[in-house]
């Protein structure tokens, strides 16, 4: 059986003028403007400013070096993307059984859910920085340029609805999310 020769990746990413990037070791910053994102990235994953590109590079890269050399260069894209476009999420707010009110405290940075099946004590959750909640029932609209951030307070927003033992076909009451970036639902 011959054995298998592993190999060298090297990728390259262009970064668009008017973003400042900074890569020290296996941290990398980027910034536009006032938005700043930071990521870590794998240790045994190479990178290196050249100019105006990053260059991400893995040496001989075994299964799940090559996996994570893969992330890499998505969590880099992913920052641009941010820092350029900016990132969306829309969910829904669906009320059967009793009208839900949603409110979000910018000040504490805090979402408060009340009357979800009826409770009298209010859901709340602190939401994560960098985002921007618009509520217009039914809808909830979070922007950020930080993927990361507007995924996980989404995910956070439809989990902290989600209703435990009761019959999903007749409780379908909870916020769900309905568009996020790169998927269409509908």
Same mark, same amino acid.
């Given at each position: 059986?011959?054995?298998?020769?592993? $190999?060298? =990746?090297?990728?390259?990413?262009?970064?668009?003028?008017?973003?400042?990037?900074?890569?020290?070791?296996?941290?990398?910053?980027?910034?536009?403007?006032?938005?700043?994102? #930071?990521?870590?990235?794998?240790?045994? @994953?190479?990178?290196?400013?050249?100019?105006?590109?990053? /260059?991400?590079?893995? $040496?001989?890269?075994?299964?799940?070096?090559?996996?994570?050399?893969?992330?890499?260069?998505?969590?880099?894209?992913?920052?641009?993307?941010?820092?350029?476009?900016?990132?969306? =999420?829309?969910?829904?707010?669906?009320? /059967?059984?009793?009208?839900?009110?949603?409110?979000?405290?910018?000040?504490?940075h805090e979402f408060i859910i009340k009357n979800l099946?009826?409770?009298?004590?209010?859901?709340?959750?602190?939401? $994560?920085?960098?985002?921007? /909640?618009? @509520? #217009?029932?039914?809808?909830?609209?979070?922007?950020? =340029?930080?993927?990361?951030?507007?995924?996980?307070?989404?995910?956070?927003?439809?989990? @902290?609805?989600?209703?435990?033992?009761?019959?999903?076909?007749?409780?379908?009451?909870? @916020?769900?999310?309905?568009? #996020?970036?790169?998927?269409?639902?509908?």
């Amino acid at each position: 059986m011959a054995k298998k020769t592993r $190999k060298d =990746y090297i990728a390259e990413i262009m970064i668009p003028s008017g973003i400042e990037a900074e890569v020290h070791g296996n941290i990398i910053k980027m910034k536009k403007g006032t938005n700043e994102l #930071k990521t870590i990235i794998d240790e045994n @994953i190479i990178m290196k400013k050249d100019g105006d590109k990053i /260059v991400v590079q893995a $040496k001989n890269a075994r299964r799940i070096l090559k996996r994570n050399f893969g992330s890499a260069k998505s969590h880099i894209r992913n920052m641009i993307d941010g820092l350029v476009n900016g990132y969306e =999420y829309k969910l829904e707010i669906c009320s /059967v059984h009793f009208p839900i009110t949603v409110t979000f405290d910018k000040a504490k940075h805090e979402f408060i859910i009340k009357n979800l099946l009826g409770e009298k004590s209010p859901r709340t959750f602190k939401a $994560k920085k960098n985002i921007e /909640v618009e @509520i #217009k029932a039914p809808k909830i609209t979070i922007k950020s =340029y930080d993927l990361e951030a507007a995924g996980q307070t989404a995910a956070d927003l439809e989990k @902290i609805t989600k209703i435990r033992n009761r019959d999903r076909n007749k409780f379908q009451d909870g @916020i769900f999310i309905t568009n #996020k970036p790169g998927v269409d639902f509908l």
